[in-house]
């Protein structure tokens, strides 16, 4: 059975852009845009046009060169916002408007001072203006996760009236059990008058490290969007990772839910963003840390070498990696260390490994791993060639 597609709405041109220290340039972007579209996400939101003049240009000039993928612009629920985005996402082939207020009560009476009836105006207003610039409109309903249900389908269905294509549903604090996350999706589904006509995204924020696993539940609920970065960043603790989204629905194909992204160009596309962000991908990152393939204790070593399977759910050239890494260090063990020689040439038989595994204790002892080098070094001690 074919599985149902979940679109991948990249953000980390906005939202992944709001980490500080990050900034990007407008050349930058445009790179990043182009891999995005090739990467083949479905939605790349690419800035917020009314924040500054060089966020307009970025967003233009990536309107202007994305040939496959919606471009979109973030815009509050006030027309100069909108009127921006409209006019930044002019060229694009598929242009989004993403615009949006918050709904929970903190939001409504410290951010705005208004009342529950005053945001659905403004949002009845705003996706109704943005409606008269391009078709397709996405409205966010900022901290949903922390708003009560009923009133969000409520400002949800006014939405679907005034034309509303898409229902972002933002845990913008990271707040969210996944069952509650879940539950809310499900409850959306199920009270949103109209909602045939739109679609559910998941917009959920990792700050207590549930981003991917809420916007997993969602999607097992019935949303069809994901909204996520490369490499998990964005404001505090970040957003949903992108590349852990991808590989959590391919890796559990009975979900029967599945995306565009060709993951292949994952690892290569980590590096890229980070590199253009300065900003380092943690090694024990899933799917694209340095760690994410290396194996370095001896139990472990010895299952992989056996068989990969052993010890990996991912094959990691499916993500880019060309291959699993055996580290030697002081847990290593005899097979990991004949392993390593034998890719160097050294065939040892079982008395000669003997020899060699204390010879190369002592040096695990004194290093955090062992590299090509000592290893050579290790042979010549215990006299041993080619
Ligand atoms: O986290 C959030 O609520 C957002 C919205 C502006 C979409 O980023
Ligand atoms: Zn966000």
């Given at each position: 059975m074919n599985a149902d597609k979940v679109q991948v709405f990249d953000t980390t041109l906005r939202d992944g852009?709001?980490?500080?220290?990050?900034?990007?340039?407008?050349?930058q972007k445009v790179l990043i845009a182009q891999r995005l579209d090739e990467l083949g996400v479905d939605v790349i939101e690419a800035g917020f046009p009314i924040s500054s003049p060089g966020d307009f240009a970025s967003v233009q000039a990536i309107a202007r060169i994305v040939k496959n993928a919606t471009v979109c612009g973030l815009s509050r629920a006030v027309k100069s916002d909108i009127e921006a985005a409209a006019r930044a996402l002019e060229h694009a082939v598929k242009p989004r408007?993403?615009?949006?207020?918050?709904?929970?009560?903190?939001?409504?009476?410290?951010?705005?001072?208004?009342?529950?009836?005053?945001?659905?105006?403004?949002?009845?207003?705003?996706?109704?203006?943005?409606?008269?610039?391009?078709?397709?409109?996405?409205?966010?309903?900022?901290?949903a996760g922390r708003t009560d249900n009923e009133f969000l389908a409520y400002i949800c269905s006014e939405a679907i009236k005034a034309g509303?294509?898409?229902?972002?549903?933002?845990?913008?604090?990271?707040?969210?059990?996944?069952?509650?996350?879940?539950a809310k999706i499900k409850y959306l589904k199920e009270n949103v008058q109209g909602i045939e006509k739109a679609i559910l995204s998941c917009h959920c924020h990792n700050d207590l490290g549930l981003a991917t696993a809420n916007s997993i539940a969602g999607v097992m609920n019935g949303a069809r969007q994901i909204e996520c970065t490369i490499?998990?960043?964005?404001?505090r603790a970040g957003n949903t990772s992108l590349e852990e989204i991808v590989m959590v629905l391919r890796q559990h194909p009975y979900l029967n839910l599945d995306t565009n992204?060709?993951?292949?160009?994952?690892?290569?596309?980590?590096?890229?963003?980070?590199?253009?962000?300065g900003m380092p991908v943690q090694p024990?990152?899933?799917?694209?840390?340095?760690?994410?393939?290396?194996?370095?204790?001896?139990?472990?070593?010895?299952?992989?070498?056996?068989?990969r399977e052993t010890y990996e759910i991912i094959d990691p050239k499916d993500v880019g990696v060309t291959e699993s890494a055996i580290v030697l260090t002081a847990r290593s063990g005899r097979a990991a260390l004949a392993y390593r020689a034998k890719n160097l040439g050294?065939?040892?038989?079982?008395?000669?490994?003997?020899?060699?595994?204390?010879?190369?204790?002592?040096f695990a002892?004194?290093?955090?791993?062992?590299?090509?080098?000592?290893?050579?070094?290790?042979?010549?001690?215990?006299?041993?060639?080619?």
């Open positions: 852009e709001q980490v500080p220290g990050c900034k990007l340039n407008t050349h408007i993403h615009t949006g207020i918050g709904t929970s009560d903190s939001h409504i009476k410290y951010k705005f001072n208004s009342t529950r009836e005053g945001v659905v105006e403004r949002a009845v207003e705003a996706v109704s203006f943005a409606k008269t610039f391009v078709d397709d409109v996405e409205f966010y309903a900022e901290d509303a294509t898409v229902l972002n549903i933002p845990d913008t604090t990271g707040y969210c059990l996944p069952e509650a996350y879940g490499n998990g960043v964005g404001e992204v060709d993951s292949k160009l994952l690892y290569s596309t980590s590096r890229m963003v980070s590199e253009s962000m024990n990152k899933a799917i694209v840390g340095a760690n994410a393939f290396a194996h370095s204790s001896g139990i472990h070593q010895d299952g992989v070498i056996k068989n050294y065939e040892l038989t079982k008395l000669q490994l003997d020899d060699v595994y204390n010879e190369f204790l002592v002892d004194r290093s955090k791993e062992v590299c090509d080098g000592d290893i050579h070094q290790i042979m010549e001690n215990c006299k041993l060639n080619v």
